[in-house]
């Protein structure tokens, strides 16, 4: 097998699976990273290997390239971390939920050479290509109107809107049609089997050129329907996904002609335009692995899907104050040539090469970031921290004084580390032994409290939202919510996001939020949740 056609798979939910299936009858699939027993069985199906994460995929030399398929709030992560392996990448829509992240991304993959293309399944479709060439060809001249409905009954969700969930390949097509941005977006969405999560929204976009375009979306609707309608000067296109190969793309040369000062319909017969019948998930994976052999840009290249992004945002914003939202189409928000990480660092901190730093982060005096480094956005490192190498810090994340993050450690959003806070990465050191391949992780989750002078020993995980306190040492993983003190470290409660220790009614007495033990520690109950306005789930 050429290296170039040498992929591992991360992710193997309903959409990865079909992936797996595609990249093995292509006998491009080394393996699965993916935690779940399903992920192991389908790896022994196709008789590759399988890994519960991704690092021992993307530590491969001879893997080339990854394909993402996980739920989309971890597409930037993911993403993120293969690139900064020298990974070509794949990874399905969106490309990330906040166009920083998609920025960064697209500048990240620039930097080191690497392939990055996103999973607009609809444009590898022969039904939309054959479309698009017979527009760019002029066959309907100038366009007026485009519309596409998205229609179902079923795949209710709960993490996100049906926007979100069922509009980015209308977006991407019609982007796609007019060759650009819009300059205004208006939205509208009804919710109705959840009072925050919109389960039908219009949206319409004007762009400069005239064109007018609507997108309406739909997960309570009686029957199927994928249509696209495009309407031009002198002829109307209907691409219908829901109907057989030779009915799916129809031609209407239809006109309006001028009768002593009157426009008069002059229809024509309907035309079937014919296609060459072909899976698009199987031409969308031959173009990845043609774009990685040959190195050349992908058609849904990362400043194809930050324009979608871009737009999907703004939608989202006018459904929420019920507002149009202009775009600037000229401005480049996704050029990957702009400075755009500008953070502070004191002029005695030491930076290493290869350390990468998100925007509005503050480094405070005699710090040193070591090499291969990823420290996220808005972060506050104090005075004299040592952080690395090959750490990997997320954003919004608060550094005291004297905090020490060695190899082997990932602290994920939110985390708040106190003064002094150590962590160790091998369990039993000597200074005449090298013990660097002995190397323990250990992660912190999301939204996590370290104490004043705590201190992690390496291989153990500290729970989201969990609380350490003060000088405690912690020898054992810590549960989700979890409140622990002592040497070694014990649970004597429980705490709430918003950091207060909860009662027996396990109800937070500053946010009102109500909780409940599950097998994996605490959890907020689904009603005290703020519902998430964009994915969280690829598809």
């Not at 001249?141 to 069922?166: C, H, P, T």
């Amino acid at each position: 097998m050429s290296a170039s056609r040498n992929i591992a798979l991360i992710g193997c939910g309903y959409w990865g699976r079909n992936l797996a299936r595609i990249l093995a009858e292509k006998s491009a699939l080394v393996g699965i990273a993916d935690p779940s027993p399903q992920a192991s069985a389908l790896a022994a199906q196709y008789g590759v290997e399988h890994w519960p994460d991704s690092k021992a995929a993307l530590a491969r030399t001879d893997i080339a390239a990854v394909m993402i398929a996980t739920p989309a709030e971890t597409h930037y992560r993911f993403a993120c971390d293969a690139l900064w392996a020298d990974k070509d990448v794949f990874v399905e829509k969106p490309i990330a939920l906040d166009s920083r992240d998609a920025t960064e991304l697209a500048a990240l993959a620039a930097s080191k050479d690497r392939i990055l293309m996103v999973g607009h399944l609809l444009q590898y479709h022969n039904g939309f290509l054959r479309l698009k060439q017979m527009v760019d060809d002029g066959e309907l001249g100038q366009l007026r109107y485009i519309y596409s409905n998205r229609l179902n009954m079923g795949k209710l969700r709960r993490e996100e809107n049906v926007l979100w969930s069922f509009a980015p390949h209308d977006f991407s097509m019609i982007l796609a049609l007019a060759g650009g941005l819009p300059e205004q977006v208006t939205a509208s969405g009804a919710a109705y089997l959840h009072p925050k999560i919109a389960d039908t929204t219009m949206t319409h976009m004007a762009f400069s050129t005239g064109l007018r375009a609507h997108i309406y979306v739909s997960w309570l609707h009686p029957m199927k329907e994928q249509r696209l309608v495009v309407i031009g000067e002198k002829g109307m296109l209907v691409f219908d996904d829901t109907r057989d190969w030779d009915d799916k793309l129809t031609l209407y040369r239809h006109a309006v002609e001028w009768q002593q000062g009157a426009p008069v319909a002059s229809k024509a017969d309907a035309e079937a335009v014919a296609l060459v019948k072909a899976e698009p998930l199987s031409a969308e994976v031959d173009h990845f692995l043609d774009c990685v052999a040959q190195r050349c840009a992908p058609r849904t290249d990362a400043q194809e899907a930050i324009c979608v992004l871009r737009a999907l945002n703004s939608a989202q914003q006018s459904m929420e104050t019920g507002l149009p939202v202009r775009l600037d189409p000229a401005a480049q928000e996704g050029a990957v040539n702009a400075a755009k990480d500008q953070y502070f660092a004191h002029e005695t901190v030491a930076i290493d090469p290869g350390a990468a730093i998100g925007a509005g982060t503050k480094i405070w005096h005699f710090s040193h970031i070591l090499g291969n480094s990823r420290i996220g956005r808005d972060c506050v490192i104090g005075q004299n921290c040592a952080i690395g190498p090959d750490v990997t810090i997320g954003d919004g994340c608060k550094f005291q004084n004297n905090v020490s993050v060695y190899k082997g450690v990932t602290i994920e959003d939110d985390v708040f580390c106190g003064p002094s806070i150590v962590f160790t990465n091998v369990l039993n050191p000597r200074a005449h032994v090298e013990r660097k391949d002995e190397f323990a992780a250990t992660i912190v989750r999301k939204g996590a409290t370290l104490g004043a002078n705590a201190t992690i020993v390496c291989g153990n995980e500290i729970g989201a939202y969990a609380m350490v306190g003060a000088g405690a040492v912690v020898t054992r993983p810590v549960p989700d919510h979890a409140l622990v003190v002592g040497n070694p470290a014990r649970q004597i409660g429980w705490v709430s996001h918003a950091g207060e220790r909860l009662g027996e009614d396990l109800v937070c007495p500053r946010s009102g939020d109500s909780y409940r033990l599950s097998d994996k520690g605490l959890v907020r109950d689904a009603a005290s949740q703020p519902v998430r306005n964009a994915a969280k789930t690829a598809r």
